[in-house]
Nanobody, 123 residues
């Protein structure tokens, strides 16, 4: 059974930094691309960052490019999202996801989802 467990969310002031982490289990970690989605009520969910199974390919949405950095640790089965210069618009529930196909993230889909971690940015 695939399980994705996020941590690291919280309340942060605008301009601050945060690091989200996700531990994956129940899958062959290197065989899965990983991504972080975010969603706020009334808005479409957004894939903010994604990384290939090998870690050699990564991508970001325009809204976070230059401020977010995704990485993965194969030894620890962990994917992380380092966030800098947080803005109130970054307030959302952030979800760790996994999929065998990297391109699925580009279409806004993912096979497996974590339970989410909340990020709130105060102005």
């Amino acid at each position: 059974q695939v399980r994705l467990v996020e941590s690291g969310g919280g309340l942060v002031q605008a301009g601050g930094s945060l690091r989200l982490s996700c531990v994956a289990s129940g899958l062959t970690f290197r065989s899965y691309a990983m991504a972080w989605f975010r969603q706020t009520p009334g808005k479409e969910r957004e894939c903010v960052s994604r990384i290939s199974g090998s870690g050699g390919i990564s991508g970001y949405s325009d809204s976070v490019k230059g401020r977010f950095t995704i990485s993965r640790d194969h030894a620890r089965h962990t994917v992380s999202l380092q966030i800098h210069v947080l803005r109130p618009k970054d307030t959302a529930d952030y979800y760790c996801t996994a999929d065998r196909t990297y391109q699925h993230f580009l279409a806004g889909h993912a096979g497996y989802w974590g339970q989410g971690t909340q990020v709130t940015v105060s102005s």
